[in-house]
């Protein structure tokens, strides 16, 4: 009883909130714009996505926006239903939950989609990916129904495999090639007086490929050198984290990479978290191609190293760890001009 007593509060608060921000954009004459599934949970890659998206959003005139962590969205998605009009803009947090892996995020996505067919709806840097499996096959088969079935809506995939997916697969729908939005984020003032030390970012989950075996191989070859080793991991483990703790959390992160000589990560935010910092980094792929992929936007930055596998581990150590400047150099008008010329376009209309 009490629990459904919480749960009727919390859906009386999301109503008040977007009642407060629909009457907001009626005083200022405004389109609405609604960011759909942003996290509360622990992976401060997802943070940093959220924390870019917004930036991204100012730079394009779009300075209120109506947010909907995914986990709150059985509160409000119904209402919403019926109250967002035609056009309103609806953005979908970008990330790497579209497909069969992470088959949660891939409902609540395919719930956005059905939901309003009627409305514009823009989703930001994701990777596909279905698994060559049945099951994978089953997801694919229901996902291409949804969103091909919509509109107008607009995929946006960070790497050019699930660009030629997105392309042959969602056949009715926009989809454009677009960098991971963290690698957007800019003017990051994080001072460091000298550098020490080797950072291990791994993996525990699904989508991590490298062998136990290999993992001890890496610590082997580090521990050749005379610096010290720590570790880290860009996933909080059992966190709640709100909006407005998001931006002090991942900065914390990001502090943390850049105390280090030398970044060894298979995640890719962790690679990303390296980049943008100016950070040395050796990148391992994961089960997926996100890394590799992704990576291509930065394969000229020569302080971050990509390897398939361990056979150049050694020579890349040696390289890096050798490297005495790094500046993160990244074309943010050109790489993201397209995602901008849509949002631009209808907050000019």
Known sequence: MLNKVKEKIKEIIWKIKYSLYKLK??????????????????????????????????????????EIPGFDRKYIINYLEAKIPKGGILLAHGGGYIGSLWINEEEMIREFIEKFPNNKIVIFPQTIFYEETEEGKEELKKSLEIYNNHNDLTICVREKYSYEFSIKEFTKIKTLLVPDIVLY????????????????????????????????????CISKYDEIIDKTDTVLDNANIK???????????????????????????????????????????????????VYDWIKDLDYISYIDDLGNFELEINRLMNIKECEYIFDR?????????????????
């Open 25 to 66: 954009c009626k005083i200022k004459k405004q389109e609405e714009y609604i960011l759909f599934g942003t996290p509360l949970h622990g992976n401060l890659g997802d943070q940093a996505i959220a924390i870019a998206e917004y930036e991204f959003l100012k730079d394009c005139g779009i300075k209120d926006v109506f």
């Open 185 to 220: 984020i800019k003017n990051l003032k994080i001072p460091v007086k000298q550098r020490k030390g080797v950072l291990l970012c791994m993996r525990r989950d699904k989508e991590k490929k490298i062998t136990n075996i290999e993992e001890n191989k890496i610590y082997s």
């Open 243 to 293: 909006p407005r703790k998001r931006k002090k959390l991942v900065m914390d992160k990001l502090k943390e990479f850049k105390k280090y000589k030398l970044v060894i990560t298979d995640r890719l935010h962790g690679m990303i978290f390296s980049a943008i910092t100016g950070t040395p980094c050796i990148a391992i792929g994961n089960c997926n191609y996100k890394v590799k992929g």
């Open 333 to 349: 008008n050109k790489n993201y001009e397209e995602l901008r010329n849509i949002l631009w376009r209808n907050n000019q209309e």
